[in-house]
Structures are given as C-alpha cells and as structure tokens.
C-alpha cells in the first residue's frame, strides 16, 4: 500500500546532508562517466580539457563520497519500508558496493594518472602531489580504474531499476526517503 508523502513522519526521511550528498555525487557521475568514456575518441588539442573536467570532478567525487560516508556513520538510515529479506539483501549489498566502488574508483584513476606521470591538478587551483610517482604499474591502475567504472555503471543501473520497482510496482516511499 502506497503512503502519500506528506503522511511520512522526518524519521522515514534520511538526513538533510545526506540528500544533498546524494544527488550531487549522483549528478557529478552523470557527467564524469561520459567524459571518461570518450577522452580517447577525442582529438589531442581537446584531450586535455576532457582529462582536466574528468579528473577534478572524479577527484571531488572522491571526497564528497568521504563526506558521504561520515554522515552515514554519523546518521544511520531510516529504516526501509517493510521488505522481502532477499530484496533488503540485495539493496544493501548493491549500496555497499556503490559506496566502495565510488570511493576506490577515483583512487585508482589518481593512481594511474600519477603512474602514467601526470601530476593531478585540481581544477586549475591545487596540484595534488603523487603518492607513488611515474611506475610500471600504470596499465594495470587504468584497467582497474577502467574496470571500476563499467561497474559502478552497472550497481547505478540496479539501483534505478530498485527505484523504479519500490515507486512504481510496489508504491511505496522509498524515493520519498532521498528526496
């Protein structure tokens, strides 16, 4: 049975940071994936300003997902409308892997930049000094890096698909809950 929005106490709701949160990382994936997906069709004069807008918003992503992180910590969620345990089994495991896959992801992009010997700086305004400097290990940092982002397309395109079926088959709030 649907519950209107507005019969929803604050409880149900997660905190206003964590919302934000949300979907400004939310909003920053929808332009990094797709600027990190066509860097190599582009022509070398545009390449670096496609890498510049990848990399600073992939790295920004990076911390806002930190802060992410703490305010779930520090905020436990609401709790879900009632669910099958299989399905509340699936929703955390798909969350847990987002969470990681968005933190690690960034990481090991900055790596391998590092490693291909490209000092990140970041937006223009900080160069991020390299952990580990120019290194053999650069191909395999991109192909995890590369890995990662296929996968973080994936675990995103699952948890539209749980959105859609929570708002629209079974009409309960849980969109109601991140908005």
Same mark, same amino acid.
């Given at each position: ?24 990382? #939310? ?10 997906? &066509? ?13 510049? &807008?990848?990399?600073?918003?992939? !790295? ?43 933190? #690690?992801?960034?990481?090991?992009? !900055?790596?391998?930049?590092?490693? !291909? ?20 290990? #650069?191909?395999?940092?991109?192909? &995890? ?17 749980? &959105? ?16």
């Amino acid at each position: 049975m649907a519950v209107p929005y507005e019969h929803l106490s604050g409880a149900w709701r997660y905190p206003a940071a964590a919302r934000a949160l949300h979907w400004l990382i #939310a909003l920053l994936v929808l332009v990094v994936w797709p600027f990190g997906m &066509v860097i190599k069709f582009i022509k070398d004069d545009a390449k670096t300003g496609f890498y510049f &807008v990848h990399e600073s918003f992939g !790295f920004l992503i990076l911390w806002l997902m930190l802060a992410r992180l703490a305010v779930r910590l520090i905020n436990p969620p609401p709790p879900r409308p009632p669910l099958p345990l299989w399905q509340e089994r699936i929703a955390t495991l798909n969350h847990v892997l987002l969470y990681a896959a968005l933190i #690690a992801q960034p990481i090991f992009g !900055f790596l391998a930049t590092n490693a !291909f010997g490209f000092p990140l700086s970041w937006f223009g305004l900080v160069t991020v000094p390299s952990p580990i400097g120019k290194s053999p290990l #650069a191909p395999t940092l991109m192909s &995890v890096h590369v890995f990662l982002g296929w996968s973080i397309l994936v675990l995103f395109a699952l948890h539209i698909a749980g &959105v859609i079926h929570h708002h629209v088959i079974r009409r309960d709030p849980t969109l109601q809950r991140m908005l």
